[in-house]
């Protein structure tokens, strides 16, 4: 039986007791945070060198897209804002996605604007005056889907009008937060795990230098030459 005199201080004990239970903490959340978010980062990955690489055939969607036209009889919406009466539009035309504005009304009776959504895309020209609508229908293939999943946000910055008024593109964004939240979590975590390992500090210091050099030269370097 260890004597009062082997025993460790009190405070020195919590001290390792805790950076115990954080330790093994950090490498749960490191690892399953890495299980979770594994798909979203494969497929960010494959969609960026899709971007990069738009010669590639084999990808190729616009060309490939499929488009078909209808003109179905609508009950004029009731007077309400633009984005009320789009929606009551879509209800009667059976679509659903994210309302994009694409021309400014001159005219009462004509109310055009775009509907989109991954794969899809709806062009709906209204005419209130002959209670029809023509919508021509634009469908792409699973590398369009991709293609479109990697920029799809709802919102554009040079038109206030367009803001996210869908709920499964607020839940999209949302998921992409909670991406960049998590990859900020994994590497702080990784940065301690590499710390604690006072063997690999050498070579994981000359790992982060270059890291932090080629980050440099592109958020800094490129603005210096132009």
Known sequence: MRSAVDR???GKALRRQTTDTFELWNRKLHYYLGLYFLFFLWLFAFTGLLLNHPGWSFAEFWP???QSSFEPQIQPPPSGGDLDRAKSLMRQLGIAGEIEWTTTRSDPNAFDFRVSRP???FEVKADFARNRAAVQRIDLNVWGVMHVLHTFTGVHLSDSRNQR????????ALAMDALAAGLVLMVLSSFYMWYRLKQKRNLGLVALALGFFACGLFVAGLKLLT
Do not use: Q
């Open 165 to 172: 008024d869908w709920v499964l593109t607020t839940i999209w």
């Open 8 to 10: 460790p201080p009190a």
């Open 64 to 66: 490939n897209r499929k």
């Open 119 to 121: 794969g899809h895309v």
